[in-house]
């Protein structure tokens, strides 16, 4: 008999509005799970138990309504501040910090009708792309408990992965909800710069960071990604000038549908090739091998494509990288001394950037972003491998050299920062297994404002491969 984690958050919400079961039984549930499973796989920094179940418990009295998520769990990554809930932002340097105010995607989240269940495993401050923050136990991936779970939403992505939640926010600056996504066997979504009011990527360097849905199938992504951007209905409330172009949703019936035909592009290439030596492992190359075969049975159009040589964007996003970590609020040895290794060599190359240095990376990256725009044009979606490689074994990053850690991590995620520097959607989904089990993904980039269109196209391949039967030994 299937249990309640079993079905998909579609189907909880369905179930929810029917009466089958209540909003506390659901959170109940999952919070035995986190109880049971959490200690061994590190997705929760904190677990707020008895606010979920008063908050349940409040949705329980009002009853059923037109909340896009009513009643449904899910966690604040610990990037995001929860008013009266400790946050740490993955760093020793916050502990014990507790906000008096809430982000406005967790106020988001709130008014979508969720009920937060405590905060999800983040490295330091989101920098790294992997999460095994000294601040906290490593995210291990349910998989295999050797292996990361990527970052910098790792903590999100376990959660979802092994059932400890229906699905869960993250955010993605470089690749952040798309590489735990394909580390873990799910589906991540990265919006159009704009698209999500609560995160539209104003206050963020570059413009580089927005919020996104992890989940196990694209209609929960759906689910979750309305939530974020009309928590009230549809029309969504942009209430800063920069929107994504395009449909305005609601993009769950994109996902339930699943319709249409596509000219795709497919492509190895990426942003780093220039600068750094960038091999794909073997089965990289045969998820990305499988879903082209599946998308050519379907009848889209399939042409190989590349992306032309750019000496420009390596150093001009290695500076933005380092500039984002100059303003941590480490101004003594002591403090300085809570900060991890890289995060600490970080902090020092960005404070000593120039101005002049940090205008120049800025232009050279807001004529990439031209660039590659015109370059995917003529597609309505481009397929890429997820990760160049399998799931890093943790450890495998190096702590202490700081130029050796970026090019690890460059090395493994090639495809991702592209796209936030573009504000390009992109979705990750997880096509294949290696030989050992491990998630392996591929992903598609869309137009500006596209993201109905991927959605379209990751329910057709969902429909094809089934991967949200497969579980890992945890579930």
């Known amino acids: 008999m299937a249990e309640l984690h079993d079905l998909t958050a579609l189907d909880q919400w369905q179930a929810l509005q029917r009466g089958d079961f209540s909003p506390l039984e659901l959170t109940e549930h999952y919070l035995a799970r986190i109880e049971r499973l959490n200690p061994e796989l590190g997705a929760f920094v904190t677990v707020t138990a008895d606010a979920a179940r008063s908050r349940a418990a409040e949705l329980q009295e009002s009853g059923p309504g037109p909340a896009p998520i009513w009643g449904l769990p899910f966690a604040d990554k610990d990037l995001e501040m929860r008013a009266g809930v400790p946050t740490g932002f993955g760093s020793r340097l916050f502990t014990g910090f507790v906000p008096p105010v809430s982000d406005e995607i967790v106020e988001a989240l709130d ?10 495993a983040t490295p330091e401050f989101g920098l790294p792309s992997y999460t095994e923050s000294l601040a906290g136990p490593l995210a291990r991936n349910p998989w295999d408990t050797s292996r990361g779970s990527g970052g910098s939403s790792g903590g999100a992505a376990v959660a979802v992965a092994s059932g400890m939640l229906p699905f869960a926010p993250g955010s993605d600056g470089g690749g952040s909800v798309r590489i735990p996504a394909a580390a873990c066997g799910l589906v991540g979504l990265k919006p159009s710069r704009g698209r999500v009011p609560g995160g539209a990527a104003l206050d963020s360097l570059a413009g580089l960071a927005v919020p996104g849905p992890l989940a196990r199938t694209v209609s929960d992504a759906a689910l979750l990604l309305d939530a974020m951007i009309a928590p009230n209905g549809y029309p969504a409330d942009h ?3 920069l929107r994504a172009p395009g449909s305005d949703g609601p993009f769950l019936a994109s996902a339930v549908r699943g319709e249409g035909r596509f000219q795709l592009g497919v492509m190895t290439t990426s942003a780093w090739d220039d600068a750094y030596e960038i091999t794909i492992a073997p089965e990289a190359m045969q998820a990305l091998d499988a879903a082209v075969a599946a998308f050519a049975a379907m009848g889209h159009g399939i042409e190989q494509t590349a992306l032309e ?3 420009t964007y390596a150093p001009a996003f290695r500076t933005i990288w380092q500039a984002g970590a100059a303003s941590i609020p480490a101004e003594t040895p002591e403090q300085e001394e809570l900060l991890e290794p890289l995060t600490r060599w970080l902090m020092h190359r960005g404070r000593a950037l120039s101005a002049r240095t940090l205008a120049e990376a800025l232009k050279a990256l807001a004529s990439y972003e031209r660039s590659l725009i015109r370059q995917l044009s003529r597609f309505d979606a481009v397929l890429t491998p997820a990760l160049a490689l399998t799931p890093r074994p943790i450890g495998w990053y190096d702590a202490d050299d700081g130029e050796r850690n970026f090019a690890q991590q460059v090395q493994y995620t090639p495809f991702t920062s592209m796209l936030n520097v573009s504000g390009l959607p992109a979705i990750v989904l997880p096509i294949s297994e290696t030989d050992a089990g491990l998630p392996m993904g591929v992903q598609l980039i869309g137009r500006p ?20 039967r497969r579980h890992p030994a945890s579930w």
Request: charged share 20%.
């Open 111 to 120: 008014g979508a009708g969720g009920v937060s269940l405590g905060k999800t």
């Open 239 to 241: 209430h800063f000038a």
């Open 309 to 311: 040589p750019d000496e």
């Open 449 to 468: 404002g596209g993201e109905a269109t991927l959605l379209a196209l990751g329910a057709q391949l969902e429909r094809r491969v089934h991967w949200e």
